[in-house]
């Protein structure tokens, strides 16, 4: 089916590894998102991309690294992981403004990551 | 960037409208206003967005206040399914690809 994917739905690691978070869309859409959703913050952008080979931080990038070596793929690597990255992580995406108009963002169903 | 207020719950019957208030008293000329909502374990979804017309599609109806610093989202008949938090959301129509800013939204409740 067309749409966002993001893998795995669940994962649970230690502190200090290092986890890669997936996110596949079929749309060709240029713009991708990565979010992280902690109760009382709400959701919070990490990282995004433009197109391929072009990202840039978001609001809480610190301690993520992103790629986008393929329109249709981008993901979200922590590179040590700490306790206070245990939070739900959404990936959208969308096409660039038309005109005036803004196109809507398409989220994927998360993942639900949990550091020890 | 601009911000919105939302009440932080709300409640409803089924089949009845619900009406949905957000204030943006410092919104810009060209921001835009949406909506989306997030079902129980499930990613954020869009419900629709306006500039300064009111504005329908299948899910709801956006009345925007003549000077825009309050927008009110509209489901002509709640079901149990509309339960969700309900996010309204100013985005800059000049910025290509712009960032969505997410508060903490309304809490929607249907009862049977």
């Known amino acids: 089916d067309a749409g966002i994917t993001q893998s795995p739905r669940y994962k649970i690691t230690e502190t200090g590894r290092q986890v890669t978070l997936m996110c596949h869309q079929t749309?060709?859409?240029?713009?991708m998102f990565w979010y992280r959703q902690d109760l009382g913050h709400g959701l919070r952008l990490i990282y995004y991309s433009a197109a391929a080979d072009i990202t840039d931080k978001g609001e809480v990038p610190d301690g993520y690294v992103v790629s986008r070596s393929k329109t249709e793929n981008f993901p979200l690597t922590l590179e040590s992981a700490t306790r206070s990255q245990t939070s739900v992580y959404f990936c959208?995406?969308?096409?660039?403004?038309?005109?005036?108009?803004?196109?809507?963002?398409?989220f994927g169903d998360g993942t639900r990551l949990s550091i020890l | 960037d601009a911000k919105t207020t939302q009440p932080n719950s709300m409640e409803s019957n089924e089949e009845e409208p619900v009406h949905l208030p957000c204030n943006h008293s410092?919104?810009?000329?060209?921001?835009?206003i949406h909506w989306y909502r997030q079902l129980p374990s499930q990613g954020p979804e869009y419900v629709i967005h306006?500039?300064?017309s009111n504005v329908n599609n299948r899910m709801a109806s956006l009345a925007i206040a003549e000077d825009r610093k309050s927008s009110t989202l509209i489901l002509h008949r709640a079901t149990l399914r509309d339960a969700a938090v309900y996010y309204c959301?100013?985005?800059?129509?000049?910025?290509?690809?712009?960032?969505?800013?997410f508060g903490e939204g309304t809490q929607l409740t249907v009862n049977p």
């Open positions: 959301i100013l985005r800059d129509g000049e910025t290509s690809g712009s960032r969505l800013t």
């Open positions: 306006g500039l300064t």
């Open positions: 749309w060709s859409h240029s713009y």
């Open positions: 959208a995406s969308s096409e660039p403004r038309t005109g005036f108009s803004n196109q809507p963002q398409h």
């Open positions: 410092t919104i810009s000329g060209t921001d835009y």
